[in-house]
């Protein structure tokens, strides 16, 4: 169920809802998402 939550937009958001919502099971904590520095380039 983690890979659907995760990588199936509307339906995994939907599987979390009836997972939080419906069964009361605690939210799904996802790992914060840090954008990457820039690639320095040669001069």
Sequence with gaps: MDIVKI???AY???VEYA???VHSA???KY???VVPA???TAA
């Design 7 to 9: 990588h199936c937009s």
């Design 12 to 14: 995994g958001i939907g």
């Design 19 to 21: 997972y939080t919502m």
């Design 26 to 28: 605690p939210e799904t």
């Design 31 to 33: 790992p914060e998402y």
């Design 38 to 40: 820039a690639a320095k």
